[in-house]
């Protein structure tokens, strides 16, 4: 059962346009994290929201917690071709070593 | 910096191979993953071990077992390979997020490179 579901799972742009992807589930989670996959690498940390509410922003990159801890949205100001790349949130649960990750979003910079 | 490391990038099998993934992190992590990812369906977590010894399944065991023996090597095992197990496995490791039973931090998850294993 996949319990993190994103959207869109492809999205492609122009370069300098904004973006916003979704990660959205049923359950409550603890903390939320991003991640961000390069071809023939694994998948490295952006950022942890832990606060329902929460908003992070990373330069270009704004990430926000959803109130009620379920959701989470990232947003892309000016997206550049380095933003290329498989974007993959994360949901953590309290005393649960695991995560869950969602589906993931492919997201295209066209220069 | 941490580093994880996969034994192979690539590697083909045939069909009812026994196959051997090997995983080593550099930063003495407690706890060790094995993901496989397939396109639209993210990372599902296969197993995970949370100490030498110790392991728990994950979402989807079936067709793999794990060896760890030491703290820095997760080994992933695919008895008898087959053809639906084609894909790309991800080795992660991190500290513990929680001290008897109490939330110490939300901690990273470490990957390394993958292998893309295909099982002709």
């Known amino acids: 059962t996949q319990l993190l579901e994103q959207s869109p799972q492809f999205l492609s742009i122009q370069e300098g346009e904004n973006l916003t992807v979704y990660c959205n589930s049923s359950?409550?989670?603890?903390?939320l994290q991003w991640y961000r996959q390069e071809p023939g690498e694994g998948p490295v940390l952006l950022v942890t929201?832990?606060?329902?509410?929460e908003v992070k922003k990373l330069k270009r990159l704004t990430f926000q917690f959803g109130d009620a801890r379920k959701d989470s949205s990232l947003h892309i100001t000016a997206a550049q071709p380095g933003d290329t790349g498989l974007y993959l949130c994360?949901?953590?649960?309290?005393?649960?070593?695991?995560?869950?990750f969602g589906t993931g979003t492919r997201l295209t910079i066209i220069p | 910096d941490v580093k994880v490391t996969q034994s192979s990038r690539y590697l083909v099998k045939r069909t009812g191979e026994k196959v051997f993934l090997e995983c080593v992190q550099d930063?003495?992590?407690?706890?060790m993953f094995w993901y496989r990812q397939d396109p639209g369906l993210g990372l599902r977590l296969i197993y995970f071990?949370?100490?030498?010894?110790?392991?728990e399944k994950g979402d989807i065991p079936e067709g793999y077992s794990v060896s760890r023996e030491k703290k820095e090597r997760f080994s992933l095992i695919l008895e008898s390979a087959s053809t639906n197990q084609t894909s790309m496995y991800l080795c992660?490791?991190?500290?513990?997020?929680?001290?008897?039973?109490?939330?110490?931090?939300?901690?990273?998850?470490?990957f390394g490179p993958g292998t893309r294993l295909t099982v002709l």
């Open positions: 071990s949370y100490d030498v010894k110790m392991k």
């Open positions: 994360a949901g953590a649960r309290l005393g649960n070593e695991k995560l869950t």
């Open positions: 992660a490791s991190s500290f513990p997020s929680t001290l008897a039973g109490v939330l110490i931090r939300t901690d990273t998850q470490y």
């Open positions: 929201v832990v606060t329902g509410g």
């Open positions: 359950s409550v989670f603890s903390s």
């Open positions: 930063m003495d992590h407690e706890n």
